[in-house]
């Protein structure tokens, strides 16, 4: 027959967990135990120290000595101390001895003499040397100095005697240039009085007192101009080269040739060039070509 539950517990709640009350009271238990050892322990360090006093006679302990007892007929007398032995008293030393020491002085002093002289003579010896050696460096400076002045002096002297020989040959040149001019205008004037019909007074070359109008070198070199190929190099100067040109009756260039250079050989090349190109002149306005022509042209026209 199944038991019933007592009206006042709920019949959904969980039944209470077994052996509740008996780890409750072991718990009380050990609690006590463990107030009842902190009280024991406190208690047994809380008794007060006793109180300890002393008094100091001494500040060393000292034993006292023994009491004096006077000698008897019976007793015998202690054994005195035997006296101590006097330490033997220096001997005076000898006169030879004395000697001997005085010799040795002199001897040691000698000896350190000796030794102050020899370093002196060898400080004096370094110093000797040291200065021996600065004189032989100054002297080999200056030599090095006066080599290399006589080597930059004897290039100067070359630069220099080069430009003089320049100089000269320039000017040389320039005077044969000059008297080749000369001598050709000479030639010319001689060939031009040969036929020529001027008065006497007459300073011309030509066969006529009439000459080539006055745009007609103009037209020669606008026909030889587009001819020349040069690379001017720019400057200051524009300086002139004279072309000497003979011309057959129909204008065919049978020479030409520098009479005057300009100073760039490559100009003087490139106008020489030009003409053999150009084969042909034109004819003045009359109809007819100079046997001969000075024509002059610049890099810059």
Known sequence: MASRLPLDRDALRPPPAPGLGRGFSLAIVAH????????????????PVPALEAELWSAVPKAAAPKEQLPTDNQPEPPKPEPKPEPPKPQEPTP??????????IAIAKAKERKQKEEQAQREADEKRKLEQQKKD????????RKLKEEQAKKDDAAKDK????????ARKDAEARAEAQRQENIRR???????????????NALKSSGPSANYAGRI????????????????????????????????????????SSGLPDFDNAVLRALDKTEILPRDTDGTVPRVMIITFRPRE
Do not use: C, H
Not at 96 to 105: G, I, L, M, S, Y
Not at 225 to 245: C, F, H, K, L, M
């Open 32 to 47: 006590v135990l463990l107030v009842m050892a902190l009280s024991f322990g406190v208690s047994w360090r809380s008794k």
């Open 96 to 105: 030879q001895e004395v000697q001997a020491q005085r010799d040795a002085d």
């Open 138 to 145: 100054e002297a080999d400076k200056k030599e090095r100095d």
């Open 163 to 170: 430009a003089e020989k320049a100089k000269a040959e320039k």
């Open 190 to 204: 001689i060939q031009g009085m040969a036929g020529a019909s001027g008065g006497p007074t007459s300073t011309g």
């Open 221 to 260: 070199k606008a026909r030889v101009r587009p001819n020349i190929i040069y690379n001017d190099p720019g400057g200051p100067s524009n300086p002139e080269a004279e072309v000497e040109v003979r011309a057959g009756p129909d204008g065919t260039i049978v020479a030409r040739k520098i009479v005057k």
